[in-house]
């Protein structure tokens, strides 16, 4: 399953990515987290990008295109994949066409997580994200069990720099300006089904798989 998640900042595309790679058995690959991973690292990429992105701004083409090629040619992403966060323009979704067309594949489907602004200005301003595993919470929806600790890994839980309300709302206006035209772009191909982002992150999945249609099964085998 070769699948694109498209949806402004905030959706749900990293929460029903996980949530959705569990079912396919496929790896999440978000280019967020592996800007964010450069950063952290400080390699070259991350020293260049890292103000880009506290910002809100988007990275250029060839850095975030370099860094999607390197992933997708690890061995667990040869069977298939989760795009959450690229393509995030029309010219990045014609070099992702001609960077998968190299590896004689194509997109299966996109699915856009449909959520309005303010839905999404509440859910980023509590989210809170784990460093090691990159496992996320919602201080309202999704707590973890002891507050900034995470559940999975005992990391120690961070809010991202660019969570700020100004910053999510220069971000929606990036979306708007460079995603949201995607939309059309992948309806035109015919693969777009939009799905509503609204709800618990469980029925949101459950939406998702119907669309996908019997791309991933309807349940996980251990609950
Ligand atoms: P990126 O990391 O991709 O961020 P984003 O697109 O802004 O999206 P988010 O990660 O903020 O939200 P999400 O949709 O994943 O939602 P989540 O599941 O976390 O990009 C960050 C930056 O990197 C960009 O600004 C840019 O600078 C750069 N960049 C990245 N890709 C690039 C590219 N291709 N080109 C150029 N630059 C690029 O959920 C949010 C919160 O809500 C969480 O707390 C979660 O627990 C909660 N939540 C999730 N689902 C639900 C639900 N159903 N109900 C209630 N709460 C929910
Ligand atoms: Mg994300």
Known sequence: MRLILLGPPGAGKGTQARMLSELGNVPQVSSGDLLRTA?????????????????????????????????????????????????????????????????????????????????????????????????????????????????KCGGKLYQREDDAEETVRHRLEVYNANTRPLLDYYTRAGILTEVDGVGRPEEVEKRMVAALDGLVPQERKHK
């Open 39 to 151: 950063v952290r690292e400080k390699t070259a990429i991350g020293v260049q990008v890292a103000s880009i992105l506290e910002r809100g701004d988007l990275v250029s083409d060839d850095i975030v295109v370099k860094l999607i090629d390197e992933r997708l040619d690890a061995s667990d992403a040869r069977n298939g994949f989760i795009l959450d966060g690229f393509p995030r323009s029309p010219s990045q979704a014609e070099l992702l066409a001609a960077m998968l067309n190299r590896r004689g594949a194509g997109i299966d489907r996109v699915l856009a997580v449909m959520v309005p602004d303010e839905e999404i200005v509440k859910r980023i301003s509590g989210r809170r994200t784990c460093p090691n595993c990159q496992a996320m919470y919602n201080v309202t929806f999704e707590p973890p069990k002891k507050p900034d600790v995470c559940d």
